[in-house]
């Protein structure tokens, strides 16, 4: 983060969490309140080592106290950094921004949920469990092509299944409603004059629908229309992966298991994301910029970044549980029409390599 974004970000917050002095002891500054937060946020050190880095009590700067306040303070200056887009016109953009990227028509985000791992809940007895076999909240998320979260829902029970966790969240009820202003169905294939409905990328975890699409099951051979179709989704889709990945690795407090209740985990994970949104919509952050290592996909060679490999070791992210369900008719076919458009209409010349 520049010296410039830390003082924009002072500037909205200070109102929210700046103390009044007393007879009896000098307030903590906004500053010193601000930094420590950000310092635990982008560490996880313990409240003993940020004690003694900033000259503050660990009973001040505990989550009840210093961070949690400064993190309602962030979620409340930038919440509107992570925002649904609201007219047709932006879903468009979104849409033509993923075709442009990802070779993806047709897609208004990718969506994926991860565990972020807690410490067991007092009294909580399995609500927390997954099936990993540790506590956890889960992290919904749609994300851009350009990795920044349009919509996240945090804090549902670890043990509840993908299927459960999306159709908790207000994105569901609005797609079930049609209340989101998505653009109408198109023809992608001139030869079928089929109307393509616009998407939402997923992976296996979630079910085939008219809003959300999926990879083809089993292990298609290569070659086949399958193959490709699968290969050309998980290619935009990884965007939503690469955006946990960022996430963590600029915010590593989400590297360990929180040792916090389940609802001060949830403000502390919704901080981080609208700070991510921040940091990556400013044009002043260059350092934050140069930590996208992903955008180096160059004629279809995949260059992984570090994160992968740290991620299995030293992060509380985890992907979701996948179960099977049945698809409708309908969508299944768009599927396939979707994949004969990506074999007959616009094929990438590396896309049978995969």
């Avoid at 306040?69 to 007219?87: G, M, N, Q, S």
């Amino acid at each position: 983060m520049s010296l410039q974004d830390f003082e924009i970000i002072l500037e909205k917050v200070e109102p929210e969490i700046k103390k009044l002095k007393t007879n009896f002891r000098e307030a903590i500054t906004a500053r010193e309140r601000l930094s420590v937060t950000l310092r635990f946020l982008a560490t996880g050190d313990s409240y003993t080592s940020l004690q003694y880095l900033f000259r503050i009590s660990k009973q001040s700067i505990s989550t009840t106290r210093i961070i949690i306040e400064v993190c309602d303070a962030i979620i409340k200056a930038l919440k509107d950094h992570v925002k649904l887009p609201e007219t047709e016109n932006q879903w468009m953009a979104v849409a033509k921004e993923f075709e442009e990227k990802w070779n993806f028509p047709h897609a208004i985000g990718a969506m994926d949920g991860k565990h972020v791992c807690l410490q067991a809940p007092l009294n909580s007895g399995t609500e927390f469990y997954n099936y990993k076999q540790y506590s956890s909240i889960v992290l919904l998320a749609l994300v851009d092509a350009d990795y920044n979260f349009m919509y996240v829902n945090i804090g549902c029970q670890g043990r509840i299944s993908d299927g459960g966790v999306f159709k908790n969240t207000s994105l569901y009820r609005n797609l079930e409603n049609k209340s989101l202003n998505l653009p109408n169905p198109e023809i992608l294939l001139t030869p079928y004059n089929v109307k393509v409905p616009y998407i939402i990328l997923c992976d296996k975890a979630f079910a085939l629908s008219e809003y959300t699409m999926k990879p083809f099951s089993g292990n298609p051979e290569r070659g086949s229309i399958e193959r490709i179709f699968n290969y050309r989704l998980s290619r935009a889709r990884r965007v939503v992966e690469n955006a946990f990945g960022i996430l963590s690795s600029v915010f590593r407090v989400l590297r360990k298991p929180m040792l916090l209740e389940p609802k001060k985990a949830t403000k502390i994970v919704l901080a981080t994301v609208c700070l991510h949104n921040f940091l990556r919509k400013s044009r002043l952050s260059n350092i934050y910029a140069q930590t996208n290592a992903f955008d180096s996909e160059q004629r279809g060679e995949l260059v992984p970044g570090a994160w992968r490999q740290d991620q299995q070791q030293l992060t509380s992210f985890f992907p979701l549980d996948s179960v099977p369900r049945r698809s409708p008719n309908t969508p299944t076919h768009i599927r396939l029409h979707l994949a004969e458009h990506f074999v007959n209409n616009v094929p990438l010349e590396w896309q049978n390599n995969h």
